[in-house]
């Protein structure tokens, strides 16, 4: 008869409840990693501060208006340094261009 190994556990970089507590808000959708962003009225560029942006970040975003909604060639590139994404986007003469994303590390 075989027996189970003992599965390797992870090194203690904190106390249970904590890890408990984060594994339970990550569950229920609370992300610290999301937000919304408002491209600049006639611009053909915008810079996108967060301190959860980092080399190798993946970000989503979603449009809150039908404005932002008309906006085409939304993109941004790869992130060269922490902190910031520099998002390229089309020339739209509208207030209310808005955005909420997602950022993925």
Request: net charge neutral; charged share 10%.
């Given at each position: 008869?075989?027996?189970?190994?003992?599965?390797?556990?992870?090194?203690?970089y904190?106390?249970?409840?904590k890890t408990a507590t984060l594994i339970n808000r990550l569950a229920v959708g609370?992300?610290?990693s999301?937000?919304?962003?408002?491209?600049?009225?006639?611009g053909t560029?915008?810079?996108?501060?967060?301190?959860?942006i980092r080399l190798?970040?993946?970000?989503f975003?979603?449009?809150t208006s039908a404005h932002a909604a008309t906006v085409t060639g939304l993109w941004y590139a790869p992130v060269t340094m922490a902190g910031a994404?520099?998002?390229?986007?089309?020339a739209v003469n509208q207030p209310d261009l808005t955005f909420d994303y997602v950022i993925l590390t």
């Amino acid at each position: 008869m075989s027996q189970l190994q003992q599965l390797r556990t992870t090194p203690p970089y904190d106390e249970p409840w904590k890890t408990a507590t984060l594994i339970n808000r990550l569950a229920v959708g609370n992300l610290n990693s999301l937000g919304s962003v408002t491209l600049t009225q006639n611009g053909t560029s915008t810079t996108l501060d967060n301190n959860h942006i980092r080399l190798g970040a993946k970000l989503f975003f979603t449009p809150t208006s039908a404005h932002a909604a008309t906006v085409t060639g939304l993109w941004y590139a790869p992130v060269t340094m922490a902190g910031a994404a520099v998002l390229s986007h089309s020339a739209v003469n509208q207030p209310d261009l808005t955005f909420d994303y997602v950022i993925l590390t």
